[in-house]
């Protein structure tokens, strides 16, 4: 299936609060608990603008630098896609969201410290939003 490239971004705020997002999916028939981002459009330059836009319009933060973390085929048996992933560091609120007609998301921030135990428990079990994550602690290490 032809599908448009996404960009996902791992925001964290300077009080090291993760900016994610609780946004009901109709594949699970569920809220799920991500990251802010969306499909890439055709009048993005690249996935850094995207991912930078997405963040804006979906939670109303905005960060000076965005800085790959890498990139994946989400589900490359069926879906041509690709996954971009962004890190968002001291992020900060600068607007109101500017959501699409028809996205109901609510924001929260969550400590970082926090991200670890929550992925134990299964509170954050999006196969995109794990990877994210991944991709964040191997930058760190």
Not at 54 to 63: A, D, I, K, R, V
Not at 72 to 94: G, W
Not at 102 to 113: A, H, Q, R, S, T
């Amino acid at each position: 299936i032809d599908f448009p490239d996404w960009a996902l971004v791992l925001a964290i705020t300077p009080q090291k609060e993760v900016v994610m997002v609780n946004q009901y999916r109709h594949g699970v028939e569920r809220v799920c608990l991500e990251l802010p981002g969306g499909l890439i459009d055709p009048e993005d330059s690249s996935p850094e603008v995207a991912a930078g836009r997405e963040l804006l319009e979906e939670t109303g933060y905005q960060s000076s630098e965005l800085v790959k973390l890498g990139e994946c085929y989400p589900q490359p048996a069926v879906l041509s896609n690709r996954c971009f992933f962004f890190l968002a560091e001291n992020a900060e609120k600068i607007q109101e969201p500017q959501m699409d007609e028809g996205e109901d998301i609510e924001i929260l921030k969550v400590p970082l410290d926090d991200i670890g135990s929550m992925i134990e428990k299964g509170e954050i079990n999006h196969g995109m939003v794990l990877l994210a994550f991944y991709y964040y602690w191997m930058r760190r290490e």
